[in-house]
């Protein structure tokens, strides 16, 4: 969750990390949250030892999820933190199995694997999988036709697509309505452990909506937002 004002809320707001728990009978419960403050953030604005550059979100999961490494747990994410560096410390170092969505330049596979990768159309809706494999690294990347084009990396699935895999409501082609009814289409096993987790922490949100700062859902005054940032003291 970000907050702030408009149009860059992370330069100048505070941008709220959760962490949920995604199976069993604690799913959604939250296990971290932490407000992100901009450049005064000590924690996270300073070069992680694993990395060799400064990549704010390698630092942050790293104090994040400490009291897990090392436990084997698979983590989903989406594409705001995720990084083909996030992906091998956490298999190398922290020893978590990493899977979410993630921007193009992200992969590993650098600007000459990036142009392979757009080489390759996928037809929106038409469900089908691309997926690469990097040459030295345990590291897959997916692209998925869905509604729209979805792109996830992981340290640790393969090159596996699940036949009839998930349940979606196709758009038609021609007049781009989607249908009523979902239907069952294929989907590679990477991003369906990302489509069965991805959601519950949206849902989690909702179920603690009544209990916000500001005792009202959607209210997007200053006063809890600066409020937020004394959760870290």
Not at 160 to 188: L, Q
Request: aromatic share 10%; hydrophobic share 35%; glycine share 8%.
């Amino acid at each position: 969750m970000t907050i702030g004002p408009d149009p860059k809320p992370i330069r100048t707001g505070a941008t709220l990390h959760t962490a949920c728990v995604t199976k069993g009978p604690l799913a959604t419960y939250k296990i971290f949250a932490r407000v992100y403050g901009d450049e005064v953030d000590q924690d996270i604005n300073k070069r992680n030892p694993h990395t060799t550059t400064r990549l704010k979100m390698v630092s942050f999961f790293d104090f994040m999820l400490h009291s897990f490494k090392g436990k084997e747990h698979c983590v989903v994410m989406d594409s705001a933190y995720m990084s083909d560096a996030m992906c091998l410390v956490g298999r190398y170092v922290w020893l978590f199995n990493f899977v979410g969505t993630v921007i193009s330049s992200r992969t590993g596979a650098g600007s000459l694997g990036k142009e392979a990768c757009l080489a390759n159309e996928i037809v929106i809706g038409g469900h089908e999988s691309l997926l690469f494999q990097h040459n030295t690294h345990p590291l897959m990347y997916s692209i998925w036709g869905d509604n729209k084009v979805v792109r996830t990396i992981s340290n640790f699935h393969s090159t596996i697509v699940v036949p009839n895999g998930i349940m979606r409501k196709c758009r038609d082609p021609i007049t781009k309505v989607r249908a009523r009814e979902a239907t069952e289409v294929n989907i590679s096993e990477q991003m369906l452990a990302y489509c069965d987790t991805y959601y519950k922490i949206d849902e989690g949100n909702g179920i603690e909506a009544k209990y916000d700062l500001a005792c009202e859902s959607h209210l997007h005054g200053w006063s809890p937002k600066l409020s937020l940032r004394y959760i870290n003291m």
